[in-house]
């Protein structure tokens, strides 16, 4: 309390001290009109290439938001960083997740995350998430998204997010890199319903490989459970990404070659614009021990 109140009178003190002086030469006794404005007030906008130790959130509030070294422990890598512009700028709150600019900027995701990473992010296990401004940081000023890329454990069976190090910039360059997505054992029901894909060195015996992703137009429609003619769309499209991984041909005798497993985003996502179908071979009565890439017909025989 004594320091407070001798701060005060110090000051006082010296404005009295002031008031009673002569002023030199110059100086008109203003003390505020040399001086230059103060800058307009401006927005936190987060960076691309930063990492976090939070998961995925599709609100990020700054307070969530600190950086960390992408070489230590972190759970959430930043890809790129976009602006909205035009009508959904000047609305008074961040666009809807199933909004056409949400769509929008989840497409612009897609198309820059797939340069950070080298390859399209589906190829791997990883998860590309939009992040959206809060509210009140919105009302600030705020117009900025983020995309965010996690490493899931899996990206089949609804994994969860890996505690990594590293930056995964270009790690899917290579097609042999150890984040793509590669050979799996399938364990399949009677109803033919999957019940597992566990990941597994494609030398090992295995019945199940990835092998691409078919991009689903935009007006498709999400196929629920029960939906078989839904569904259909997405069995005939992955069987194309199997016949090109293959080399098998593309003739009516392709579905009495193999099994397929489509895997989708969930409707949430969907509807934000993910429409991306990662595709699976299921090798119904065989094993192999090796990639079925390129192996040709003789690796697929028809069966009736």
Avoid at 54 to 61: E, L, S
Avoid at 197 to 211: L, P, Q, R, S, T
Avoid at 260 to 283: F, H, I, M, Q, S
Wanted: one cysteine or more.
């Amino acid at each position: 309390m004594r320091r407070s109140v001798a701060a005060l009178a110090l000051g006082a003190v010296m404005v009295a001290g002031l008031a009673g002086c002569g002023l030199p030469g110059g100086v008109d006794g203003e003390l505020t009109d040399d001086w230059a404005g103060l800058p307009a007030p401006t927005s936190f906008v987060p960076a691309a290439g930063v990492c976090y130790a939070t998961d995925f959130a599709p609100v990020a509030p700054r307070t969530l938001s600190t950086p960390v070294d992408c070489a230590a422990d972190h759970r959430t890598e930043t890809t790129f960083v976009g602006t909205f512009t035009g009508a959904p700028a000047d609305a008074d709150k961040p666009p809807a997740r199933d909004s056409d600019a949400a769509r929008a900027a989840f497409a612009e995701c897609d198309k820059q995350s797939a340069t950070y990473l080298g390859a399209d992010w589906r190829l791997g296990r990883l998860a590309l998430g939009l992040a959206l401004p809060s509210d009140k940081a919105w009302t600030g000023g705020a117009r900025w998204y983020r995309c965010d890329v996690t490493e899931r454990t899996n990206v089949e069976e609804n994994g969860t997010t890996v505690l990594r190090k590293g930056s995964v910039k270009d790690g899917l360059k290579a097609e042999n890199a150890p984040l793509r997505l590669g050979c799996y054992t399938m364990d399949v029901q009677s109803t033919l319903e999957i019940t597992k894909m566990a990941a597994i060195d494609c030398a090992k015996e295995h019945n199940g490989e990835f092998v691409g992703v078919w991009q689903a137009p935009a007006n498709t429609k999400y196929p629920q459970v029960t939906d078989i003619a839904a569904w259909q769309t997405f069995y005939n499209n992955c069987r194309q990404r199997i016949a090109d991984y293959v080399k098998v041909p593309k003739d009516d005798d392709l579905a009495a070659r193999s099994g397929v497993a489509p895997v989708l985003a969930n409707e949430a996502d969907w509807k934000t614009g993910d429409r991306g179908a990662r595709c699976y071979v299921w090798l119904q009565d065989i094993k192999v021990n090796k990639s079925l890439r390129g192996a040709g017909p003789n690796a697929l025989p028809i069966t009736d």
